[in-house]
């Protein structure tokens, strides 16, 4: 799994052997751990890679030089929760004992005292007037995101900052500690919470989605959308105006549903079309899609807004690719009447979950419905059989599933019939290569199953990274006695 290493520095040498005892004491009474005397001497073993080193020496060795980069946690509380993330993986790969997440978040908060002597613990925990804010409900995040009424607003930790420090000399005479508290709830925290589309517009972006120009053949523009940078999925919603691309960020941001309408103006127009011919034929133009920045897509879709009476907005050069599994449709709205009468050009995605698999639409939970996770247009084509003929000759032996919502299976990012195959195709070749195989054809094809078997663990680190930042929350009622407002 994918999860941030807790970095040691040099300072931290002197109380490495404090650590490793106090881990040592804490598994050898822990009820039902059981651990024989003998085995705990690999405690040292285990601490290092709870915290995410390979052994203990691959520590010791990390710590003669200061990292340059680290990941840098919010509070001694979320050094917690990775710890007792990594204690889950560690405990059974040293000691072959397998816990649950309630036992090795207790672990943690028992060694919390422990941590807290870190030199990355005590950075973070030096500032007064962070400890202030948070004790006032300011969330221990830089960024949060605050649902008040199901309303997201977001939350910046620099902002209130900045308040405080703004407040007026003695704001807090005559206050009690709960007052106290209270006023800068009041006076600081609460009045920095501002719409989530705000803090978007000033470049708060999803940090895992990146935004693309989508054109016909002549490279004529026709909206942006998003790409995931993980698995390559494209959103299946075109943005035709600014407001379009903030919206769409903000449901990704707070609710993760960003291809759902974008626009009363267009009446849905803009939202994807999920059809095709009873083939699974797709009907419409081709369209190509361009990687490109969020501030250069918002100087595009202005461009695109100002666009009458059926003027089209010219891409940029660039390495254009194929839009798969999608194709586009376009209308011309009127608008107004009498002298000032004008046309534009509406576009809208139309794309299909019909036909053989591979999916061409998926979502991490392997079913397309607009009541669950973000769902995507599939821009990866995975290997089967026919790729690779030299391997197997008598190519497939069944036909490729059909591609339907109802089968969770196929419309997964990963369907399960690719994962068999990419098994079945790893053992194949690793076979071959220890008999001596060689030749042009063999490497060609070893390179092709290992170029997608580093794309799977790509997105099973990313499907993992995402998991174990929902599961911290869990982890985090169990560590930390007070919660800040429901953070999304």
């Known amino acids: 799994m994918s999860r941030p290493r807790i970095a040691l520095f040099p300072e931290d040498q002197p109380i490495l052997k404090p650590l490793n005892t106090a881990l040592h004491d804490i598994l050898r009474v822990y009820p039902g751990l059981n651990i024989p005397e003998t085995m705990l001497r690999r405690t040292p073993e285990a601490f290092a890679d709870a915290v995410g080193y390979r052994?203990?020496?691959?520590l010791r060795a990390s710590?003669?030089?200061?990292?340059?980069?680290?990941?840098?946690?919010d509070?001694?509380?979320?050094?917690?929760?990775?710890?007792?993330?990594?204690?889950?993986?560690?405990?059974?790969?040293?000691?072959?004992?397998?816990?649950?997440?309630?036992?090795?978040?207790?672990?943690?908060?028992?060694?919390?005292?422990?941590?807290?002597?870190?030199?990355?613990?005590?950075?973070?925990?030096s500032s007064p007037v962070d400890k202030l804010l948070i004790a006032?409900?300011?969330?221990?995040?830089?960024?949060?995101?605050?649902?008040?009424?199901?309303?997201?607003?977001?939350?910046?930790?620099?902002?209130?900052?900045?308040?405080?420090?703004?407040?007026?000399?003695?704001?807090?005479?005559g206050l009690t500690e709960d007052g106290r508290t209270q006023a800068l709830f009041d006076k600081v925290v609460r009045p920095t919470w501002r719409p989530l589309a705000e803090s978007v517009r000033d470049g708060r972006h999803p940090s895992d989605h990146t935004p693309?120009?989508?054109?016909?053949?002549?490279?004529?523009?026709?909206?942006?959308?998003?790409?995931?940078?993980?698995?390559?999925?494209?959103?299946?919603?075109?943005?035709?105006?600014?407001?379009?691309?903030?919206?769409?960020q903000e449901r990704l941001l707070s609710t993760g549903q960003a291809h759902l309408n974008l626009s009363?103006?267009?009446?849905?127009?803009?939202?994807?079309?999920?059809?095709?011919?009873?083939?699974?034929?797709?009907?419409?133009?081709e369209a190509f899609y361009l990687p490109t920045t969020f501030d250069a897509a918002y100087a595009t879709l202005n461009q695109i807004e100002k666009a009458r009476d059926g003027d089209r907005v010219s891409g940029p050069n660039g390495n254009w690719q194929p839009l798969l599994n999608a194709r586009f449709v376009i209308q011309t709205v009127w608008h107004g009447g009498g002298p000032g009468r004008y046309q534009t050009l509406e576009f809208a995605l139309v794309t299909s979950t019909r036909g053989p698999a591979?999916?061409?639409?998926?979502?991490?939970?392997?079913?397309?419905?607009?009541?669950?996770?973000?769902?995507?247009?599939?821009?990866?084509?995975?290997?089967?059989?026919?790729?690779?003929?030299?391997?197997?000759?008598?190519?497939?032996?069944?036909?490729?599933?059909?591609?339907?919502?109802?089968?969770?299976?196929?419309?997964?990012?990963?369907?399960?019939?690719?994962?068999?195959?990419?098994?079945?195709?790893?053992?194949?070749?690793?076979g071959m290569a220890r008999d001596g195989v060689a030749g042009e054809m063999f490497t060609s094809s070893l390179a092709k199953i290992r170029a997608q078997g580093a794309l799977i663990k790509r997105i099973d680190d990313y499907d993992d990274d995402k998991a174990?930042?929902?599961?911290?929350?869990?982890?985090?009622?169990?560590?930390?006695?007070?919660?800040?407002?429901?953070?999304?």
Not at 97 to 116: F, Y
Not at 149 to 161: D, N, V
Not at 225 to 245: K, N, S, Y
Not at 468 to 488: D, F, T
């Open 136 to 173: 006032a409900r300011a969330p221990a995040y830089e960024f949060s995101i605050l649902l008040d009424h199901h309303r997201p607003y977001a939350f910046e930790f620099g902002r209130a900052r900045e308040a405080y420090s703004q407040l007026m000399e003695g704001w807090d005479a």
């Open 75 to 125: 509070s001694l509380d979320d050094i917690c929760i990775a710890f007792a993330d990594g204690l889950r993986g560690a405990i059974p790969k040293v000691f072959s004992i397998e816990i649950d997440q309630g036992t090795s978040a207790a672990l943690a908060l028992k060694m919390k005292p422990s941590l807290a002597q870190l030199t990355i613990a005590r950075k973070i925990m």
């Open 468 to 488: 174990m930042r929902r599961k911290s929350a869990g982890i985090r009622k169990l560590l930390v006695a007070e919660q800040p407002i429901s953070v999304a």
């Open 264 to 285: 009363s103006d267009s009446a849905g127009w803009s939202m994807s079309h999920l059809s095709s011919d009873r083939d699974g034929n797709l009907w419409g133009e």
């Open 55 to 58: 052994h203990p020496n691959d």
């Open 358 to 430: 591979p999916s061409k639409m998926m979502n991490e939970g392997g079913r397309i419905s607009v009541t669950e996770e973000q769902f995507y247009i599939r821009q990866n084509t995975w290997l089967d059989e026919m790729d690779l003929r030299d391997l197997f000759p008598s190519g497939r032996l069944t036909d490729l599933p059909k591609d339907v919502t109802w089968e969770a299976a196929y419309t997964k990012i990963v369907p399960d019939y690719v994962r068999d195959f990419q098994t079945r195709a790893e053992l194949m070749v690793e």
């Open 63 to 73: 710590m003669r030089t200061v990292p340059q980069l680290y990941h840098r946690f």
């Open 212 to 248: 693309i120009l989508v054109a016909d053949r002549d490279k004529n523009l026709v909206g942006v959308t998003l790409i995931h940078q993980t698995h390559q999925g494209v959103i299946p919603a075109l943005c035709l105006r600014q407001e379009d691309l903030t919206i769409m």
